[in-house]
Each structure stands twice: as structure tokens, then as C-alpha cells.
């Protein structure tokens, strides 16, 4: 199983968005600084995530959501739910 899944950084409230087989783990890694994408962005939450039976489907959908149209969606759908600072 692969996961994509987005992140939010309680931070600067900026989202990440990647693909992984171990969510957990990758989750961990990402909050003890061991991305370098979003080391200085910690603490992250995970806002959402999704379940594929492939890697491609995973990565196709990953950059979806790395669009514009992904991006828009995206908004749309969490901004209610994103912390206001």
C-alpha cells in the first residue's frame, strides 16, 4: 500500500505534500528533522491522506496535488481547518 499524504506546518501553515509506503515512519522523520524540505517547519500535522495500491498511482497523484488545480483544491477543501495565526 502507498500513501500520499499532506502535511501542514502549525509553524508558517504551509503545506507539504508526498508519497510513501510507511506513513508512520515517514511522518516521524519529517517532525524530527530529518527532511530537509520541512526541517524549519516543524511542528507538521497531517492534514490528509490517501491510499493507493501502486507507487505509480501514488506519484501521479502526488503531483496532482503539487498542481495548480491540485493546489486550488486543496485550499478549497482545508481552509476551514488550517490554523489562523
Known sequence: MYYVYILI???DQRTY????????ERFKCHNSGRVMATKNRRPLVLLYREEFE????????ELWWKSSTGRKKLKGLFEGKMMDK
Open 17 to 24: 505534500v508526498g508519497y510513501t509506503q510507511d506513513l508512520q
Open 9 to 11: 506546518s502549525e509553524k
Open 54 to 61: 501502486t507507487m505509480i498511482e501514488a506519484k501521479r497523484r
